[in-house]
């Protein structure tokens, strides 16, 4: 089907798009790889559109004094090209080699990926692992916001309809630590995550120091299982403890029945997974 006309603006900078935004509103459009298929599904436009393809302020990363910070409108691929992301989020870089193919990885954003709320949005479970902040911007003032604190329910954020997404930061994980993603789906490439897990794990002495568990597609958000992470903590972990925080996990999932997987088959794989990516991440550490 074709694409249903629609007004789209195309302002310069980041000023111009947020005065747009103010002014009566409108949907910003990074990549539109999200936005374009749901367009075309509908039939018709409502309202207008504003590109933010033209704001280079946008698409940048920079990894300085210990914390990374990357532009909303950084791609995916811009993520594997550059040099310092594999130690500054491994997660992430592994998510990204997993996402989509190439022609939609050169046009979808980091900032679409968070901003569209989808639960099955793979670059979200690797930021929440690296405890990473949000900015979000309108013609009143910048604001940040923990990225924990951003989904608030299906496709609902706390990002305000005069707001865009500028930016995404976070400290660059601590020497020693562990940090990975593994994507479960139907198929190698091009395929809607079943089940998406990250972890970030830190040890000391011997001992837990950090534990960050972040699912993705088995509840109405991406979330971070948080009774799981606080029952590794200043623990030797061992199978035991892990196989118990994986279910703990587990518990923690909301997870639906869809055409790509059972609720059952979700909470079962989210077991799996985290008991599998905790397993690896204790054995780096340690
Ligand atoms: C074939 C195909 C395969 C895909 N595979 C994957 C995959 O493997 N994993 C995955 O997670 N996703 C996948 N997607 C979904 C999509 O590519 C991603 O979610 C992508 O990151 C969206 O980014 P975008 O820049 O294209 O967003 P857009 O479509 O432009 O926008 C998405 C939403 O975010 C809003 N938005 C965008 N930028 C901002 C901003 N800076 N501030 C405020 N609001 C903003 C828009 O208004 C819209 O609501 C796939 C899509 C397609 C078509």
Known sequence: MMLPTFELLEPKSLDEALAALADGGGTPMA??????????????ADGRFISLS???ELRRIDHGE???VVGAGTTLTDILRDPAMPTAAPSLVAAAKVFAGSMVRNAATIGGNICYGSPAA?????LLSLDAEVALASSRGTRTLALKNYFLDYKKTAKRPDELLISVSWTLP?????NLFHKLGRRRGDAITVTGVAVTLAAKEGKCSKARIALGAVAPTVFRAKDAEDALLGKAL?????????????????????????????????????????????EQVT
């Open 31 to 44: 990549g539109g790889t999200n936005l374009l298929p749901d367009l075309r599904a509908r039939g018709k």
């Open 54 to 56: 033209e704001i280079g």
């Open 66 to 68: 210990g914390r990374a």
């Open 122 to 126: 793979d670059i979200v479970p690797p």
């Open 174 to 178: 601590e020497p020693g630590a562990a």
């Open 238 to 282: 061992t199978e035991e403890m892990i196989d118990a925080a994986a279910h703990a996990a587990a518990d923690a999932c909301r997870p639906i029945d869809d055409i790509r997987a059972s609720a059952d088959y979700r909470l079962h794989t989210a077991h799996v997974l985290v008991r599998r990516l905790l397993m690896q991440a204790w």
